[in-house]
């Protein structure tokens, strides 16, 4: 039994007599009603009026609850005979679903009535939802917590630790109890840690990053983050830790895969010089030794380069030696591709790279392109007229800029890149068949550089012989030499193929002979047929006369052809004032060619 006061004017002093009180109550947003030890209804605020449908002056007429409802009377007297309060208590009363919660009121130890708090049903039902919601939350929160890789340690806004997740233990290798709950000053004079990037957040108000040892002798990298409520204030410090053992493992790789990268380069560096060492440049002929002083002069700087000429005549040859003379063969290597021999739909991708799954098939971890893999260095882009129109309008952007992004990418990358092109077709004819366009062929035609055909040429014919013999006997362990014969047949040879050809049949010359001496019987068959080869009287002359007269022959048909040396210079890919020279210097026994 329930220790009651002996009179009940107090609890209506309480509830009834400050009007400040009664304000209070209705506006709660909750219904609340009191009855006395005796049962009689002292006080219903606002909304318990409106949810019992009351609406009798308690000042005026006493009202006994059981009057009202006799089921909850019941439980009403439970309370006052055991003093146990009733939560969620189901009311199914005035019509309307509630659920209330009933407690003693008490001064002084002693019992003077029961306080009713009750809500309709639907909200708890909400709140229920909500809270269920919410404890879902919180799991999906603590599963990511949890699953994180990194260590995560948050502390409140005093700076005292509250949550750890399990890879913090791993990482730290320390009981990660003995933080929760303890604050970060403490555990730093303790030495349990070296400093607290929780204590640099709550100074700073901003993220913080340190290196930090642990008592376990590891030393990890924490960073520090601040959670702020609505009012600007710290409420958490949530840290980030990552064990540094992992990190420097990485920095190492990261060096050593650089290292490595810079010893390839420089190796394929010294591959390519001694290679372009090794096939020396062969310019005898006056129209080479021009060729050569552009070069010589092209190379101090970083001026686009087009080199135009037949199939075979060596154009590559000159890209490297441009490279090879300027100071980028000291900064970057010689990268080149043959535009031709790269399927459309693959060349963009050759030339700027692709990111991860740019498209199928491609390189899981993507490709840098050979725009990049020649930066510092000289890109040499061989049969340029076969690009595709597409992409001749991406490499003119490239060239405004030299700004390039990999195919699937939406990241621009600079690059210092020389740009040397080639063609074997005439690039004018092909603009008016709209197959090349004008605006990227003036970009790239900054430096123009001819190269003649190999034929009109001969004087550079022995030299290239005897560099190719020596190159290939080298290569086969052989010492084969050229019968005298065999060397006048390659002389008046035509050279269709040019440099190419020639170096061919040498080495097939070097390889499949079964002697030293190579006889003119071991020739290729086109070689030794004379419909290729120039018929000269060339009894009692030396090499330098006959090749004089060959010369002779060629600057005629070429003048008969085009109507004048002008013209002819043209197609021959001299100067006029080479064409003039030769014209005047022609002594009477060449006359003839020339008339």
Known sequence: MQNYAPTNLRIEKIFCSDGFVQAVLDSLQFAVLVIDTDGYLIFINKLARTLMDFQTDIRIKKIHYADLDSTSWIKFKEILETGEPQIGVPVISFSRLLVANRSLIQVEGKTIGVISVFHELIKYENISDYT???????????AMI?????????????????????????????????????????????????????????????????????????????????????????????TNLRDMTDLNSINRELVKSKQMTTAYKEKLQELQRSSVEKNEMVAVSESMRDVYEVVTRVSATNATVFIHGETGVGKDRIAEEIHHISER???????????????????ESELFGYVKGAFTGANKEGKPGLFEMAHKGTLFLDEIDSMPIVLQSKLLRVLQSFEIRRVGSTITKTVDVRLICASNQDVKELILKNRFRSDLYYRLNVIPIFIPALRERPKDIPPLITLFLKIFNQKHSMQKTLSRECSDLLLRYSWPGNVRELTNVIERLVVLTNWDCIMESDLPEEIRDVSNIKHHETTGLTLKEQLKRVEAEIISSA?????????????????????????????????????
């Open 146 to 238: 949890n699953s994180s890789y990194d260590g995560i340690f948050v502390a409140d806004g005093e700076g005292i630790g509250i949550r750890t997740n399990a890879a913090y233990d791993r990482i730290s290798g320390v009981d990660s109890s003995r933080f929760i709950g303890r604050n970060m000053r403490d555990l730093e004079k303790e030495g349990l840690i070296s400093e607290s990037v929780t204590l640099k957040v709550l100074k700073s108000k901003k993220r913080e990053t340190i290196s930090q040892v642990l008592s376990s002798g590891k030393e990890v990298l924490v960073t520090g983050n601040p959670i702020f409520d609505d009012k600007g204030k710290i409420t958490m410090v949530m």
């Open 559 to 595: 003048i008969k052809k085009y109507g004048n040396p002008r013209q002819a210079a043209l197609h021959l890919r001299v100067n006029p004032s080479t064409i003039c020279r030769k014209l005047k210097n022609t002594d009477k026994q060449d006359s003839q060619y020339i008339a």
């Open 329 to 347: 063969s000291k900064t970057g290597i010689f990268v080149k591709i043959n535009c031709g021999a790269i399927p459309e739909n693959l060349l």
């Open 132 to 142: 269920q919601k919410f404890r879902y939350l919180a799991k999906q929160m603590e």
